[in-house]
């Protein structure tokens, strides 16, 4: 059975005594609940269980960058040390084809669908080969052409079937009229080709055709990264001015300036994309950070396919840094060694349980702060209703 205040004796309210009782108990009401201690609400037990699985995310959270991820990024830049173009000039390698090319990155960086792959992109450098010598007009093949820097524009037009191709210097060119030269080529499109009706130009200076075309494969590190979901009015600071605590959900980047916020931490190979449904990553296809500064995943370097034979050292340290990268990433097996993914699967499981506490937390004080509301908009009704001018 309901039951109400239904009466009231202010003189002032006897054309809306129902109406009056019924606002202020439901007034009354609402204090009871405003004015109870914070410590034996349950708002103050969601806050404290928040707490509680706050500080071990934090650990957490620190150990998976500390121990695993920084330490694998690490040796990513120690491998891209090991095999930058300084290392492809003093060992060289070049290929007949694309393919070719591709399959040597493999050999000495790994593939990137393998834990022990370390690049994110790849490509095949087109080197140019212009032999020195005359052409029928009696003038030097290649022309002379000043030093150009790495970046400048090269394109390639064919008079026969109208086909282009461009692309931009790797490294600096300088072409000495009548000497054989070669200029590498990286960003291409088009298809570089040999043969009669092909000019290539480098800013603006028109080439005979390349005498030969050879490839050398090229590769982009990335970072390794972990992200983790965040709702950013339950955390880092709770909003209830919003009428729904999940709007603005973002992927973050995890850094030691957030360790312990959000769930969900989810670690990816060279920041490339994976998925349940797609759990093998593509090239270039890489997650998106809506919550980091940049949006962007840290670039270490390039680094190039070379002659392992002729540099063997860098080779075996390449392989070594590889093979540590691997056990950071999925651990060993034996004597507890665990890698990335299972302090992942932790952090996971505890952060659940501090997401489901700052929800309820946000939960009792947005209703708090609807109650207030209801409170004022009570007392402004009942200040109407008893206003002897609104009788």
Not at 80 to 87: A, I, L, N, T
Request: net charge negative.
């Amino acid at each position: 059975m309901g039951f109400a205040v239904t009466t009231y004796s202010d003189p002032a309210a006897l054309h809306n005594p129902v109406a009056v009782g019924i606002l202020s108990s439901r007034i009354s009401s609402l204090d009871q609940t405003l004015n109870l201690p914070e410590s034996v609400t349950q708002t103050q037990v969601s806050l404290d269980r928040y707490n509680l699985f706050k500080d071990p995310s934090e650990k957490i959270d620190g150990n998976c960058l500390n121990i695993f991820v920084d330490p694998i990024n690490l040796k990513k830049s120690q491998i891209e040390e090991k095999g930058d173009f300084g290392v492809f000039v003093g060992a060289p390698q070049y290929h007949s084809s694309e393919s070719a090319a591709f399959s040597a990155l493999e050999t000495v960086y790994g593939s990137h669908t393998a834990t022990s792959g370390v690049y994110s992109s790849r490509q095949a450098v087109v080197r140019l080969t212009f032999t020195g010598g005359t052409d029928a007009d009696g003038n030097p093949t290649p022309p002379a052409l000043s030093s150009q820097s790495a970046g400048s524009v090269v394109s390639l037009q064919n008079s026969t079937t109208g086909g282009s191709a461009s692309g931009v210097l790797l490294d600096s060119f300088n072409a000495v009229a009548g000497v054989t030269t070669h200029a590498l080529v990286r960003d291409v499109s088009g298809d570089f080709a040999t043969g009669v009706g092909n000019t290539i130009s480098i800013v603006g200076a028109a080439f005979t055709t390349s005498s030969g075309i050879q490839y050398v494969g090229m590769a982009s590190v990335f970072d390794d990264i972990m992200v983790f979901t965040q709702f950013p009015h339950l955390e880092p600071t709770i909003n209830i001015n919003q009428d729904n605590p999940f709007d603005g959900r973002k992927t973050v980047l995890l850094t030691n300036s957030n360790e312990g916020i959000g769930f969900a931490n989810t670690f990816f190979a060279n920041g490339l994309s994976t998925s349940k449904s797609s759990p093998t990553p593509t090239l270039d296809q890489f997650v998106v950070i809506e919550g980091s500064a940049s949006g962007k995943i840290s670039f270490t370097g390039d680094v190039f396919a070379f002659d392992t034979s002729a540099n063997t050292e860098s080779a075996t340290s390449i392989t070594n840094l590889r093979n540590e990268i691997v056990t950071l990433r999925v651990g060993t097996g034996s004597n507890n060694n665990i890698g990335v993914t299972s302090f992942q699967n932790a952090a996971d499981a505890v952060k659940q349980q501090k997401k489901g506490h700052a929800i309820n937390y946000w939960s009792g004080k947005r209703m708090d702060l609807i109650a207030q509301q209801d409170k004022n908009t009570f007392e402004t009704a009942i200040e109407i209703l008893t206003n002897p001018a609104y009788q």
